[in-house]
């Protein structure tokens, strides 16, 4: 148990336009869904914690306008990065926990890469 | 401020010796305690994890220290197989609340 999928695994986007990461809880009910960035060669980054059914905790530096989450269930979050540039391209992980449960489950991550 | 740090951003071991991994944390108030193993352009897999009521905790070929006065725990792999080379990170975390991740340690098991 405890699978996270995350879609898609790389993406590709031209400056300027918008681009939507999935992450889903496919065999728990997540109550919390975290997203983090990682530079090469760098830890988890932790962007912003999203719990079901309300607005997402960013980090401090983290643009709220620009990255947007949605967690409108207990299985899915979305990312959305907005007016994406080049210096957005980086490597994006989502993790998914169960109310009470400090463990979180990992998605496959997504490669972001904006041209 | 870096509250989990990993010292090592690297480690070579040789096949079927003992691994072991170092990380220090500054925030007492850390409770859970967790590894993780990453594999390149993937996420990280949850590996073996520890309560702050526990010095020890031993999962198959991995084991966690704790050792809450030093504010330090470990991770040993024994004994290290190929298969292990990854970049393992440590997390910490105050109740149920977000994780602070380590900077992470890159693994490489010498066949």
């Known amino acids: 148990g405890a699978v996270v999928s995350q879609h898609p695994s790389w993406v590709i986007c031209k400056s300027g336009t918008s681009v939507k990461i999935e992450c889903r809880s496919l065999?728990?009910?997540?109550?919390?869904m975290f997203w983090y960035r990682q530079f090469p060669k760098q830890s988890l980054m932790l962007m912003a914690t999203?719990?079901?059914?309300?607005?997402?905790?960013?980090e401090q530096g983290v643009e709220k306008d620009k990255f947007l989450i949605n967690h409108a269930s207990l299985t899915l979050s979305t990312l959305t990065v907005t007016s994406a540039h080049p210096e957005d391209s980086s490597f994006y992980i989502c993790s998914a926990r169960r109310f009470g449960v400090t463990e979180a489950f990992f998605g496959q991550g997504t490669r972001l890469t904006v041209v | 401020d870096q509250q989990v740090k990993q010292n090592s951003p690297s480690l070579s071991v040789q096949e079927g010796r003992i691994s072991i991994l170092n990380c220090d944390y500054t925030n007492s108030m850390f409770d859970y305690f967790l590894w993780y193993k990453k594999y390149p352009a993937e996420g990280p897999t949850f590996l073996i994890s520890i309560s702050s009521i526990k010095d020890k905790n031993e999962d198959g070929r991995f084991t966690v220290f704790l050792n809450k006065s030093a504010k330090h725990l470990s991770l040993h792999i024994v004994p290290s197989q190929p298969g292990d080379s990854a970049v393992y990170f440590c997390a910490a975390a105050k109740e149920v609340e977000k994780l602070t991740f380590g900077t992470g340690t890159r693994l490489t098991i010498i066949p």
């Open positions: 065999d728990f009910q997540a109550t919390t």
């Open positions: 999203s719990n079901e059914g309300s607005k997402a905790t960013y």
